[in-house]
């Protein structure tokens, strides 16, 4: 599986230096296209443990910002992918990627006011993904930051308030739903996994112990899609 991982990654990387390594002597085929592909859509946040206890749901947005190399584009330039990886790369349906600019975009918002409030953002570094029949899984490498304000489970006690600050790996399974060529929703769920930060506790400190930690968030979204040509002379 890990050379497989391997071996997928590289495949990547060789689509996409295909794309930027066309011949200088031929201005037409210098021009590419990309789709790019634009989503927003609510979300539905779930923190495990004991800050579900305080409130089920934290709400905020889902956007995604992503340059698509479809199947088309790839068959267009195989003989530009090394020949032991392009019968590979033919059978691929799509590689998603986000060009630096777009990286810095948040992939998840967090917006939810209330007793039990949480402010903050998600990003998504980097990330591969395949194909599970209709269904799309990826896994991200991400980093979570939100600053937290929670209700204590005994009524006598104050509020308070966090910071959360962590790397994490975000698993997502997705429905893409184009209702045409360029137009559709993308429903879906992703779990975020984080080494636990003990709640109520600097950002700087770790913890072992699960129990009265926030160690995952699960999603549940769904994002209106728009894909976009993108014509650009590399």
Known sequence: MKHSFIRTCRLCACLLAALLSLSPA??????????VEIGVGPAANIISGEMQERQTFFYGARINLEAVIDKALIKKYKKRIPKKYRKMAMQLDE?????????????????????????????DLLGVGTRLGPLKATADLQF???YLRYQALDEAGAAQSMHLLRPAIG??????????????FDIGWRSTLMPPQQIG???????EEIDGSIWHIGQAYVAFTYRMPYTTRL
């Open 95 to 123: 590689v998603r990627f986000r060009p630096a600019p777009l990286s810095y975009i948040p992939k998840t918002l967090y917006i939810s006011p209330g007793e039990n409030a949480m402010y903050g953002a998600m990003w």
């Open 201 to 207: 506790a600097s950002p700087l400190s770790f913890t």
């Open 171 to 184: 698993l997502t399974a997705h429905l893409p739903l184009m209702l045409s060529d360029s137009v559709g």
């Open 26 to 35: 031929d201005a037409k085929k210098r021009e590419v296209t990309v789709p």
């Open 144 to 146: 979570a930051y939100a």
